[in-house]
């Protein structure tokens, strides 16, 4: 081949100049950053491709990931730090050199710290999440209690009814299993690489019961039995399916004897959800809820993959979850092979089967009193179990002053959008005396902020990666920083030095960071770095079915607690339920005549992540315009096609969209994906309508009615 044919191909070589580096590829949450070959040309990504042999991905991208050099080589890339000159939201700025972005803003937080407390100061994470631990620790040894993340409404809840009911997390054991129960599982759109092997698994002849008000690609190539439910209604489920299992005697009577606490308590609650009830309420053939049952109860080992968001993206999504969790103990599926099995999450929330010192790299910074964090006061059990401000009360309290103000915010990748009701956080950042952003792009909510600062993507710098299966990485940077920017890192790194923080590890920077965390695990970040592929990590051990059990389970009793005695300390004071209940998540909008149809925003595309790729070409032709997804009765009966554009409000907003008549979605419900500038979901959502327990909100059940424009 010529050079010219070869430089055409992009293939590597001397001739060409092509070199391949290797990276990650973080657009999705930290379980899913796929091996990514990087080639590089004059200092310029000219392709990706999958890592052939990582043990991850092994050489497999989705869309998202095909399209990171149109990602990294947006337009709207901010080139230098931007100081405001107009209005907040005008996204008028005027570009400044670092050093003076980095003095405004020692000045501005200092000056907040010493006029009203370190707390006045809001530190928060936004995606991706790489750096969270550091920013996490900044905070701390700023001496603010008040860190928060978009863990807010992802993830959290999930932790929290775990860690509340069975003092852990747990896996599904899917080799072993013979029965899997996948609430809410869409592995094909959310998790690309695990596709192929949940097929596996229907190979060897598992049995799949599909909980989705949707039908997708895993109802349709998995499920052996497809539970189409009203949205919101997964807790009513769950009790009524305990019932069946008590009524019938199949649950495991020595397991609940040996190892749970409170069953007396559940059981009483679950005997008030029979099966006409729970159809009803559901909207779900009896027939079809009594056949699940059964295969789950007398088919096992049963495992049950509970998808987090989907569950606890609703104001009763808490309950719901732990509901959902307690059938693991009255079948005697936890911690048995084939069930679910206890796991400690190594690096964010990422089980590797080792142990790092993540946790303890800030909360050795600890500067107060968590329950005196933002949100505290409406939501305990949040403040008590998770080490982060509940931001859902975060306009709340810059707009209300109390219970103490909140004059600046310190914010890398704030995404407005993600908060209910947009319009009225908006409106609290208006309010703020100082805000600071730092992300990729300009952004609706950066242009809102008095400094921008211009962040690195994952190509233009390093960072360590804890993988399932016993590996972790360190990536190299593939290409250098463009234009002016600089990792976030680094950003916090320089700004604690100005600042003086008492923090010499902080002051040292990200690897020392990541020393302190991985010191115990028998490798090294110099390791790590030297090796173009993840490492398989020499203290990681599979989990051991029973060792949990045999070591004691980590709650206040000791015991797996369907009566939950960490709930019961806010029973009396906030009304929290120790036991799982079901509430009904449309109860504050009783409207139904007004506002007939359930609006479900946020489930997951193949082309998207939230907010995020939007405005990446590539991936945006796949579904040019936002539409929302709605009935083929629905559309006969208000005459709408494909495209046809309609109104959809409530007492909270109005959006505009085109609509997708399809048999996928019940009568009765839309299902709008989020994140798009030109309507965005939240805009429905209130701010209020957030779940008492874990301050999360009701995305996935809101009323609201459709007309056509």
Known sequence: MTREQLLKAKIPCPETGIEVKHTLCDICCPGTHCGVDAYVKDAQIIKVEGTDGHPFNEGKLCPKGSANRQYIYRKDRIHTPLRRVGERGEGKFEPISWDEAYREIADRLLDAKARYGA??????????????????????????????????????????????????????????????????????YSM??????????????????????????????????????????????????????????????????????????????VKKYDLKKVAGITGLDPRDIERATELYATGGPASIHESPSPVTHHTNGFQNYRAILCLN???????????????????????AGYHTYEHEYYLERLPGDPMTKIGAQRFPLWSKLVPEFQAMDLARQINEGTPYPIKALFCMGLNAKMFPDTPAFYEALRKVDFFVDTDLFLTDTAKYADIVLPACSSFERGEFKAYPGGFAAYTKPVIPPLYESRSDTDILRDLAELM?????????????????????????????????????????????PGEFLANGIKTPTGKFEFYSTTVAEFQDSHGLSPVPTYSDTLADEPDADAYPFVLNTGARLPNTLHSRLHDVPWLRSMRKTP???????????????????????????????????TGRVRAGDIHLYHGYRECNANNLVGACHLDPYSGFPGYKSNRCGMKKI
């Open 627 to 661: 539409m929302a997804d709605i009935s083929l009765e629905d559309a006969a009966r208000l005459d709408l096609r494909e495209g046809d554009m309609v109104e959809l409000y409530n007492s909270v907003g109005a959006i505009r969209v085109a609509v997708c008549p």
């Open 119 to 188: 707390d006045s100061v809001a530190f928060f994470s936004g995606f991706t999440k790489w750096y969270r631990q550091y920013l996490h620790r900044f905070a701390y040894s700023f001496g603010s209690i008040n860190y928060g993340s978009e863990c807010s409404s992802c993830w959290k809840s999930t932790e929290m009814a775990w860690m509340s009911t069975a003092g852990t997390i747990t896996d599904p054991d899917f080799g072993n299993s013979n029965v899997i129960l996948g609430w809410a599982l869409n592995a094909f």
């Open 192 to 269: 690309h690489v695990a596709g192929p092997a949940l097929l596996a698994l229907k190979d060897m002849g598992k049995k799949f019961i599909i909980v989705d008000p949707r039908k997708t690609p895993a109802t349709d190539k998995l499920a052996d039995i497809h539970l189409q439910l009203k949205p919101g209604t997964d807790g009513a489920l769950a009790l009524g399916m305990a019932k069946i299992i008590i009524d019938n005697g199949w649950q495991d009577k020595e397991f609940v004897e040996k190892y749970t606490y409170g069953f007396e308590q559940y059981a009483a609650e």
């Open 329 to 351: 103990a009255l079948t005697g599926n936890f911690d048995r092979a084939g069930g679910n099995l206890p796991v400690t999450a190594t690096y964010y929330d990422q089980c």
């Open 500 to 544: 003086e923080l008492d923090d010499p590890l902080l002051r040292e920077g990200y690897e020392a960071a990541i020393r302190y965390m991985i010191r115990d695990t028998g490798v090294t970040v110099e390791e790590l770095q030297a090796s173009d592929m993840p490492v398989h990590v020499p203290t990681a051990r599979d989990t051991v």
